[in-house]
């Protein structure tokens, strides 16, 4: 993912089994927001590209590149550049987070999750606005309701989203972002600001989802507990580029990892 | 505590009483119309101006898209319905420079075959389609343009629009510069005898208004609706959750056009002489003025903001526009045109006490009133805030996905609040 001059990602290649909770971590600033940024669409990739249960969602090639580099069967497949918007990326199934919360401020708690539903929604503006979609409505509200008992926000269902505290800012977030029916979810970092506890909490949430909802999550997070905890895999960053994969175990023990956070010793 | 709760048929039955005393009122006006012509215009003209305003509100408080635009869809609308429904025998009467195009005269001979009344409705579709169209392909450049940008190529367009309109070219179809007159007005001017001429002057806008609005209120009330404040909140999160920002605000501005255009169709026959010169930007800024003073967000606010600028610009001022002697001293100041140094007074006095419209967000609600009388009676403490207005209470505790174990304490339904 190159930025002008500035090369944001460098070769980074991932690969995430369905039902996994793979982390991405590295230093502020490695690139891990941007590769989110580049699978959602919010930027679309300069080189490279994105799988989804084996259809490209997203693919880069710059110019000049030549089309021979992929031979055979799979030829047409990788040489085409494709970038979809972030909304038809969710629309085939990946939902995201934000690192800086952006929730629907001065709509209810209530709404914030219902308009989650509306892209699931089958009915066109006449039937929705002449109520022809009643069940289908009504269904979306169900849903909501319980998605909010599930993060334990239905007390404050009907406040509006700006006058939450912080954490349950955050677990709405969550619940909105479920509410699109994904099958792989993206959380950046969804444990920012949180004390020990909570981080605990939030960590065994995150494996409950993903029970409940067949979900696939890849996950950037700091708190390093949460990431050795629930992680199946890990992918470190550092400057753009990928430095290490691996399980847990591996990850704690090697030594680039060790020198990208805490410095190489003199 | 004895407090009353309020039932949702108490509103229910509110509005209906409402609305047949506004009716009812509507139809004695009629009735006594040579007596109250003044109170007639106002309202008619209070009427067309609430149907742009809760139009552009769509747009700009519900959408958060800043479109400076209304002005020439109006126009549009106008001059469609103007051109279609000038009648037959009047034409050449009106087209005196050049004459009128022949393939316009055909289509209006053609046309001559209706109605007036269904000719007239079928004139301000068209009007509203021939705009919705127009909205839908400048949409596709234009909607990609963030605020500052977009209401300047709106208003581009808008300006377009007019000078497209008074193009010496289309003399024949638009009358160019001239204008168009013997528009005509809402009242029936043949009903066979059955009823009298001039009969529905007030009830027709009424009715057309109540439509358009309530169809307004009908999305935003949807899931489109929702989709459309959440582009307002967020657009970037709005796109994250799947919400198709291009269609989206298109859709928005479509529809908010062909109502605009239909409200403009409206103008014309309220004004029943039109010119591209009244549909300059100036009237789009007096609708935002409107828009702005009602609440950004609230379509009964722009309603409210309809009825009293219109009211206050065009009938209590007028007051101030006279020369007054008293006891053989003449006030000073009260001469022609301060009625608008008053206007603009006022209008500052609103801008600082309710800084968010007189409506804020909220719309009206009879809950709304019922709470805040009991609220004034009790005295409790009550911060200063939006009231928003509540949708459904939540359900009796739905089924938990992973059901209590057997013995776990039930918890009855939770009353309507």
Redesign the interface.
């Known amino acids: 993912m190159q930025f002008g001059g500035v090369v944001a990602l460098n070769n980074l290649t991932m690969r995430i089994d369905p039902g996994e909770i793979v982390a991405l971590i590295g230093p502020n600033g490695a690139g891990k927001t941007t590769a989110f940024n580049a699978i959602?669409g919010?930027y679309p990739p300069t080189n490279g590209f994105v799988e989804l249960e084996g259809k490209i969602i997203q693919q880069g090639f710059p110019k000049g590149k030549m089309k021979r580099l992929y031979a055979g069967e799979n030829a047409g497949k990788y040489t085409k550049s494709l970038s979809l918007?972030?909304?038809?990326i969710?629309?085939k199934g990946v939902?995201?987070t934000?690192q800086n919360i952006?929730?629907?401020?001065?709509?209810?708690v209530?709404?914030n999750v219902?308009?989650?539903?509306?892209?699931?929604?089958k009915?066109g503006?006449f039937q929705?606005?002449?109520?022809m979609?009643r069940k289908e409505?009504e269904d979306?509200?169900?849903r909501s309701?319980?998605l909010l008992?599930?993060v334990d926000l239905?007390d404050v269902?009907?406040e509006?989203a700006d006058n939450l505290p912080y954490g349950k800012q955050r677990h709405l977030e969550i619940a909105?972002?479920l509410?699109?029916k994904p099958r792989l979810l993206l959380l950046d970092e969804p444990a920012a600001g949180m004390n020990p506890q909570e981080t605990q909490e939030m960590g065994d949430f995150i494996r409950d989802i993903r029970e409940?909802f067949s979900l696939t999550i890849l996950i950037i997070e700091h708190h390093m507990n949460l990431v050795m905890d629930i992680s199946d895999r890990i992918y470190v960053l550092d400057f753009g580029r990928q430095i290490a994969e691996g399980t847990p175990a591996e990850i704690q023990k090697n030594p680039e990892v060790i020198a990208a956070y805490l410095g190489v010793e003199q | 505590m004895n407090q009353t709760v309020w039932k949702k048929r108490y509103s229910f039955y509110l509005s209906l009483l409402v609305l047949l005393v506004a009716l009812g009122l509507l139809f004695w006006l009629e009735v006594n119309k040579s007596n109250y012509g003044m109170a007639v215009s106002v309202i008619q003209k209070s009427l067309v101006f609430s149907v742009v305003a809760v139009s552009m509100n769509l747009l700009n408080g519900f959408t958060g898209m800043f479109s400076l635009g209304q002005a020439g869809f109006m126009a549009i609308g106008a001059y469609t319905t103007a051109i279609l429904t000038i009648p037959l025998s009047r034409v050449d009467g009106v087209y005196y420079m050049k004459g009128v195009a022949p393939w316009l005269k055909g289509v209006k001979t053609t046309l001559s075959v209706l109605p007036e009344p269904l000719l007239i409705v079928f004139a301000l579709l068209i009007g509203g389609m021939i705009a919705g169209i127009f909205a839908f392909f400048i949409g596709i450049p234009v909607l990609r343009l963030k605020s500052d940008y977009l209401a300047i190529a709106t208003l581009g367009f808008s300006e377009i629009v007019r000078a497209v309109i008074s193009s010496p070219q289309l003399d024949r179809v638009t009358n160019g510069s001239y204008g168009l007159k013997n528009i005509p007005g809402f009242g029936v001017t043949q009903a066979g005898g059955v009823l009298p001429v001039g009969a529905g002057s007030l009830l027709i806008p009424f009715f057309f208004a109540l439509t358009t609005i309530a169809f307004i209120v009908l999305v935003i009330n949807s899931s489109y609706g929702r989709a459309f404040k959440a582009i307002r909140e967020d657009e970037v999160a709005a796109e994250a959750m799947g919400i198709n920002l291009l269609k989206h605000k298109q859709l928005a501005f479509v529809i908010s056009s062909v109502i605009t255009a239909m409200a403009g169709g409206m103008l014309a026959m309220y004004m029943r002489s039109i010119e591209a010169r009244a549909f300059s930007v100036t009237l789009t800024y007096d609708i935002l003025l409107i828009v702005v003073i009602g609440g950004l967000g609230s379509v009964s606010g722009s309603v409210l903001g309809a009825f009293v600028v219109t009211f206050a610009k065009d009938w209590f001022l007028r007051f101030f526009d006279s020369p007054l002697v008293i006891g053989g001293f003449q006030v000073p100041f009260l001469r022609m045109g301060f009625r608008m140094v008053v206007f603009s007074i006022l209008l500052m006095i609103v801008v600082l006490f309710y800084r968010r419209g007189l409506m804020g967000s909220s719309e009206f609600s009879w809950k709304g009133i019922f709470r805040w009388i009991r609220r004034k009676k009790e005295g409790v403490e009550t911060t200063k805030g939006e009231m928003i207005d509540y949708p459904d209470p939540p359900p009796a505790k739905p089924a938990p996905l992973i059901p209590d174990p057997p013995g776990a304490p039930q918890e009855g339904g939770r009353d309507e609040r």
């Not at chain 1, 918007?85 to 038809?88: A, G, I």
């Not at chain 1, 219902?114 to 929604?121: E, G």
């Not at chain 1, 929705?128 to 109520?131: E, I, L, R």
């Open positions: 959602t919010v918007t972030p909304d038809r969710t629309k939902a995201r934000f952006r929730l629907f401020k001065n709509l209810t209530f709404e219902l308009i989650a539903h509306h892209t699931n929604m009915a503006v929705a606005a002449f109520g979609n409505e979306m509200r169900k309701w319980e008992e599930m239905s269902g009907l509006k909105r972002a509410a699109t409940r």
